[in-house]
């Protein structure tokens, strides 16, 4: 997304780009092809943010953060945490 709705920390905010991530998803669950569509919702990295579990020991290249990710779609579980 452009950068006032890129969540990155210092010049953008969260609340506006989920609501921007809540309007292009209430688009696609509106057209035509929803019940064959899936959504992977990911982020390029954790935005300094942060997370609440520290990474654990890599090597030079990593692991680095964790990066979460949303499955959206008419056949996904609801409610369901992957947590590997």
Do not use: C
């Not at 609340?15 to 509106?30: K, L, Q, Y």
């Not at 035509?32 to 954790?46: A, K, R, S």
Request: no cysteine; glycine share 12%.
């Amino acid at each position: 997304p452009q950068g006032n709705l890129n969540m990155h920390a210092g010049y953008a905010d969260i609340e506006s780009g989920d609501r921007h991530i809540a309007t292009v998803i209430d688009h696609i669950r509106r057209g035509p092809q929803w019940e064959n569509t899936v959504i992977v919702m990911t982020h390029d990295e954790n935005g300094g943010w942060w997370d609440h579990v520290a990474p654990p020991v890599g090597d030079r290249w990593g692991p680095g953060s964790r990066i979460p990710a949303l499955v959206i779609a008419p056949f996904a579980k609801q409610g369901y945490v992957d947590h590997t």
